[in-house]
C-alpha cells in the first residue's frame, strides 16, 4: 500500500499536464488513507458520485490526518486551522466536513483555562508554575505541605473559610507552598489570586492620585481564595493597615473567603509590625482589629530550614 503521505506530496508536485483526474485522485486516497478506507466502510451506502462532489472536503481530511500521525507539534502544526483536522460525515446524503481539536489543542486549552484562574500581583512565574509534585520534602516543611495539600483539596470558599498562615525565615519554600496550592485549586476550578504584599501596597498608594485603587481592592475581597505573599515586609502606614488590609479581611471574614498568608514574622510578631503607626505611635487597639481577622481564621504553619534559594544558586 503507498503511504498517503507520499502520494499527497505528488499530487502537490505535479505539473497541470499531469495531474490526476478527479476519479484518479479518489481512487489513490481510496487505496491509500487508512481514514477514508474506515469512514467508507462506515457509510457503504455513498456512491462514487458522492465522494467526486465532496472531494475537495475529502481531500482536507486525507490530508491533515496524514499530518497528524506524524504531528511535528502544536507549534508546528501544518494543518489549515492549528490544532485541528478536518473530519468526515454524512448529512442528508451528502459528504461534509467539520473541524475537530485534537488532543494536544485540547490540553492547551485546558492549561490556559487553568492559568486564568490562577492571578497575580509581582509573584514569580516559578512560584506560580509551582506544584506539590515537584516538592522536596523534608523534616522541615512536611507538616506544612501536609496541610496545604489538605487545605487545597477540602476548601469550599463560601462554606469552609478558615485560611492558612506560613511563617519562617527567607527562602525556605512559603511561597512556593502558596503556589502549589494555587495550581491545585484551579484543578478544581477554584479562582485565586497571590499578592506579594510590599509591591502591592506600593502600587495602591500610587493609585491614590487617580483613585483606582478602588477596582484592585475590590478584586483581593472577592477573589474566592486571597493569598497574600510576605505579610510584614510592607512599607505600613494606619491607612494601608485600616483602609486597605482591614477592609479587605473584614469582607472575607464576613464571607467565608479564606485568606492565606506567608510571612517572616510569627502572630505575635506581626501584631507589633500591624501596632507601630506614623511618628512612632503604638497603636495596639488597632492591631488587635486586624489580627482577630487573622488569628481565629487560619491554622498557622512554621517553616524552618536552609535557605533553598540559595541552595538553587549555587548549584
Not at 47 to 73: F, I, M
Not at 256 to 272: F, I, Q, V, W
Request: with cysteine; aromatic share 8%; charged share 25%.
Amino acid at each position: 500500500m503507498k503511504a498517503i503521505g507520499r502520494l499527497l506530496e505528488e499530487l502537490h508536485k505535479r505539473s497541470p499536464r499531469n495531474v490526476l483526474s478527479p476519479e484518479q485522485q479518489l481512487e489513490h486516497m481510496s487505496r491509500s488513507s487508512g481514514y477514508l478506507q474506515e469512514f467508507q466502510q462506515r457509510f457503504p451506502q455513498l456512491s462514487r458520485e458522492d465522494y467526486l462532489r465532496a472531494l475537495p472536503t475529502v481531500y482536507q481530511a486525507v490530508k491533515e490526518h496524514s499530518w497528524c500521525e506524524n504531528c511535528p507539534g502544536l507549534a508546528d502544526c501544518p494543518n489549515l486551522v492549528k490544532g485541528h483536522y478536518t473530519v468526515l460525515d454524512v448529512q442528508v446524503g451528502q459528504v461534509v466536513g467539520a473541524l475537530a481539536a485534537c488532543s494536544k489543542q485540547i490540553a492547551y486549552e485546558e492549561a490556559q483555562r487553568r492559568r486564568r484562574l490562577i492571578r497575580s500581583y509581582y509573584v514569580s512565574e516559578e512560584t506560580m508554575a509551582a506544584t506539590f509534585e515537584s516538592m522536596k520534602l523534608d523534616q522541615y516543611n512536611r507538616t506544612a505541605a501536609m496541610a496545604s495539600f489538605r487545605f487545597s483539596r477540602e476548601v469550599v470558599p463560601g462554606d469552609k473559610g478558615k485560611g492558612l498562615y506560613l511563617h519562617g525565615p527567607f527562602g525556605v519554600g512559603k511561597s512556593y507552598l502558596m503556589g502549589a496550592i494555587a495550581q491545585k485549586l484551579a484543578e478544581r476550578e477554584i479562582a485565586s489570586l497571590m499578592v506579594y504584599v510590599p509591591e502591592f501596597v506600593r502600587e495602591i498608594k500610587e493609585s491614590l492620585a487617580d483613585h483606582s485603587y478602588g477596582s484592585k481592592l475590590e478584586l483581593l475581597k472577592s477573589i474566592p481564595v486571597l493569598i497574600l505573599d510576605d505579610l510584614g515586609a510592607e512599607n505600613l502606614t494606619p491607612w494601608v493597615r485600616d483602609e486597605i488590609l482591614g477592609v479587605i479581611l473584614h469582607h472575607r471574614v464576613n464571607n467565608r473567603l479564606p485568606t492565606l498568608y506567608t510571612s517572616n514574622y510569627s502572630l505575635e510578631e506581626l501584631a507589633d509590625h500591624l501596632a507601630i503607626s506614623n511618628g512612632n505611635r503604638v497603636e495596639v487597639t488597632k492591631a488587635h482589629r486586624i489580627m482577630e481577622r487573622i488569628r481565629h481564621y487560619v491554622d498557622v504553619y512554621m517553616i524552618e530550614g536552609d535557605n533553598r534559594r540559595k541552595e538553587r544558586q549555587t548549584s
